[in-house]
């Protein structure tokens, strides 16, 4: 599937953005211009990528380009192939860059097709499949050593920190995200900020975060105990473990996300405490750490194969704290494939 039989009004595509040019050219550059047809795949960009653009573009013609031959370059190319209607990355661009573009090309017509864009991307081929699990296995054994560095006195930051060097050094190119990394009280936060709020034995540790790799994504959450927990949060960890057993139990292809996210909710809805979670069951990603769907309930997409989608529930109670447990999956035809391997069953660090 390509952007033209998703909009049969465009001739001729125009990525300006930094992630859509990433994606399809697989070359990561912050100055360029891809111009595609049905026929043709141009990619201009600058002297400082130029080389480089040509060993990892292989089935792009690169053309050097520089600010000031811009203008004249884009409407030299876009008139020799023929285009008349662009389409334009409207969720991307800002109004300036818009403003500007039309301006330097104003003998064509721009179409946008962002929501478009997004639709292609949201089914991935083999090989971004093969980079998140990558960058998702990295995550996973990440996981597995960071347990071993929570100590006593250490803050929020200084955990983080120590996260994101695992992660670099098991091959993450960089981070997905800035990890989410909060003790005790603070772990009520969903999307905490780390503080020098500093380690206490009875603190649970909420850790969300991941890599990417090769411009790929991954995410995920787990919440382990330092000491042994009280009897409150313990149960509030079963729920949401529970709610995410029976989403991951259920979960398969043609179902439409309003109805996964329900397998969680129904488990909270059993237990009254449907009101303490308090955002989506979960989103896909890719060059995006956040791309579409958004399992929440009133999102009716269908999951389909070779759709990433992460499978998050969580419970918050400001004051005491929270839980949150996140997988990423990978719906297939006949089963689903979840690439997160790391233990669920509760961890109490001594
Ligand atoms: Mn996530």
Known sequence: MTIFDLNDKIDTLLVISQKNRRYFSRFDSTFGYLVITKTEKIFLTDHRYYEMAQEVATDFEVRVVGRYTLQATLNEILQRVGAKNVGYEDSELTVAEFESIKKI???????????????????????????????????????????????????????????????????????????????????????????????????????????????????????????????????????????????????????????????????????????????ALGHGLGVDIHEIPSMHPKCDVILQPDMFVTVEPGLYYPGIGGVRIEDLILIEQYSIKNLTTSDKNIIIIE
Do not use: W
Request: charged content about 25%; glycine content about 6%.
């Open 105 to 279: 090309l104003p003998d064509f017509n721009f179409v946008a097709v962002g929501e478009q864009l997004a639709e292609i991307k949201k089914y991935k081929q083999p090989y971004e499949i093969e980079c998140v699990c990558k960058a998702q296995a990295i995550t996973d054994k990440t996981f597995s050593q960071i347990l071993d560095c929570i100590k006593e006195g250490m803050t929020e930051k200084q955990l983080s920190v120590k996260l994101q060097c695992l992660l670099l050094q098991n091959g993450g190119d960089k981070n997905s995200f800035d990890p989410i990394v909060s003790f005790g009280e603070n772990t009520s936060k969903p999307h905490a900020h780390p503080t020098d709020r500093v380690l206490k034995k009875g603190d649970n540790v909420l850790m969300d975060f991941g890599c990417i790799v090769d411009g790929y994504c991954s995410d995920m959450t787990r919440t382990v105990f330092f000491g042994q927990p009280d009897q409150q949060i313990k149960n509030i960890y079963q729920m949401v473990l529970e709610a995410q057993q029976n989403v991951l139990a259920n979960v398969k292809n043609g179902m439409a996300c309003n109805q996964v996210d329900e397998f969680a909710r129904q488990i909270f809805r059993k237990y009254g405490v449907e009101d303490k979670f308090t955002h």
